[in-house]
């Protein structure tokens, strides 16, 4: 029989379900779970890190080299999502333990699909559309939508998400371009080529951001390079909000340097009632949700679980973030 373990969980409430369902069976498995409501209650429980074998939490929550000091049992973190970018992994990584994540294909799946769906409405002007009708305003005399069939996508990042996007657009008569910050080690789709951050902005009419939030990305869309983006251009941001300068995409947009914005992230979560980026009329805004389908929070639900049960076990998780560690993590863990 498995010794029992003690898990620490962190709340979130975009995960909340895929938590409750990770805490009822891990209990149900008599092993000890303690839930905290935020991230600065598991910071302050640190006799509970001292004894945690297991960390739940989500990429909301900051997991530093310092709380990795604290918590010096730990054997794993799991995170019921794909983003870990508020987790040191080096360190945890350096101190042999395993980062599971929720990379599930419903996950990214979803996520491309509502990327695509946020491209559409942008060139369709889709709410404009809707305000004609709701409020009873006569067909204009000069239209606006466009045609997707024929223009340049610019993919920042080339992970899952835009790799999905790239999928789904095949036939539609696109052209991709696409930056990561190592090409050399990068192999692209079929039709995706990859460029310069600067050439992508500069000819792309829809710049999507895929890429993970780091030292590296944040606040890499700054002024200087938001002024680079083509007239008529869109940007589509369903990754990380850090990532753009906001202030300099507010003043781009008002003055009409750039066509729009779709964003489903942003720099403070949730949005401030005060920020410019809600009076731009042609901005399409949702709270970071717009990807979070039934199907897959269902998936996470699932996975967030077997990954559990797979670390106890000292088995390989379904989806690892620091594959790296496994072959001395394997072979501490699973003779136990």
Known sequence: MTAAHTILMVEDVQVSQAIDAADSAMRAA??????????????????????ADILVCSSNCPVPRELLETARRLRAIVVPAIGTEMLDVPAATARGVVIANGATPENF????????????????????????????????????ARMLKGRTIGLIGLGRIARGVVARLQGWGVEFLAYTPRPATTTPPAGVR???LEELLARSDIVSI???????????????????????????????????????????????RIAGVALDTFAREPLPADSPLRDIP??????????????AILSLDVTVVENLKRVIAGATPVHVRNPE???AWLAKYAAQ
């Open 30 to 51: 008599g092993h000890r779970v303690t839930r905290h409501p935020d991230a600065a209650a598991l910071r302050h429980d640190t006799a509970g890190l001292a004894g």
């Open 109 to 144: 799946e979803s996520m491309a699909e509502a990327t695509v769906l946020f491209m559409l409405a942008s060139f369709y002007q889709l709410r404009r559309s809707e305000e004609l009708l709701r409020e009873r305003q006569p067909r204009p005399a000069q239209l606006y």
């Open 194 to 196: 990859l460029v310069p």
């Open 210 to 256: 895929h890429a993970s939030l780091n030292s590296e990305s944040r606040g890499m869309l700054d002024a200087g390079r938001v002024g680079l983006m083509k007239p008529g251009a869109v940007l589509v941001n369903t990754s990380r909000g850090g990532i753009v300068d906001e202030a300099a995409l507010c003043e781009a947009i008002r003055d009409q």
């Open 282 to 295: 042609n901005a399409i805004l949702t709270p970071h949700i717009v990807g979070h389908t039934l199907d």
């Open 325 to 327: 560690v496994l072959p």
